[in-house]
């Protein structure tokens, strides 16, 4: 049950953000929608697909796990060294600076960083399906954005190395956060220590 409904929730989530590569799929839904109608759409199943893969994902965990795989200890320890940029590549998405320019898409960058590091210390069933679908999409999505022709959303300033200083210094915040109070009160997983 639980697997089945975080897969739905995958299939809402990651299509309505593949929505976005098919260009005029996309330019006529907001023709006829208008543009608020296409973002309250956007962001409503959007909401719904994340709603119901976090807690498919929880169901699953706690009722139908599926080992595929063990993974050695030494994998976990890489995972939570590799969460650490990726964390810093999303924040350096919207706080914009070298980084930003440099890897062109760091929040693509870090979505792949971040289901690659999920995938090699993880070896159930669930968490290939939900890390490995995240994976796909991210590559997909890069791919796409080099195939595209229009301009996309307006440009968004970037900033200098002040701006990679203060992207780094909430990454690690964040990420410090994610691993000491989300990852263990929220997901159930302690990182540290573990």
């Keep these: 049950m639980g697997l089945?409904?975080?897969?739905?929730?995958?299939?809402?989530?990651l299509g309505v953000h593949t929505?976005?590569?098919?260009?005029?799929?996309r330019a006529r839904l907001i023709a006829s929608t208008g543009e608020g109608g296409y973002k309250i759409g956007y962001s409503l199943v959007s909401a719904l697909g994340l709603a119901l893969i976090v807690w498919g994902f929880a169901k699953y965990r706690a009722t139908g796990w599926i080992e595929v795989w063990q993974p050695p200890t030494a994998m976990k320890h890489i995972s939570v060294a590799l969460m650490l940029p990726a964390v810093i590549m999303v924040v350096a998405s919207y706080i914009r600076g070298r980084i930003y320019t440099t890897l062109k898409h760091p929040m693509l960058t870090g979505v792949k960083l971040w289901a690659a590091a999920h995938l090699l210390s993880n070896g159930d069933l669930g968490s290939i399906i939900l890390f490995g679908s995240f994976l796909a999409w991210a590559v997909f999505d890069r791919i796409s954005l080099k195939r595209r022709t229009d301009a996309g959303a307006p440009p968004i300033p970037v900033g200098g190395p002040g701006n990679d200083l203060i992207a780094v210094a909430v990454g690690l915040i964040a990420y410090l956060a994610l691993a000491f109070a989300f990852h263990p009160v929220v997901i159930g997983v302690a990182v540290v220590g573990a």
């Design 19 to 25: 929505l976005t590569t098919q260009r005029s799929l």
């Design 4 to 13: 089945s409904v975080m897969i739905l929730g995958l299939v809402l989530f």
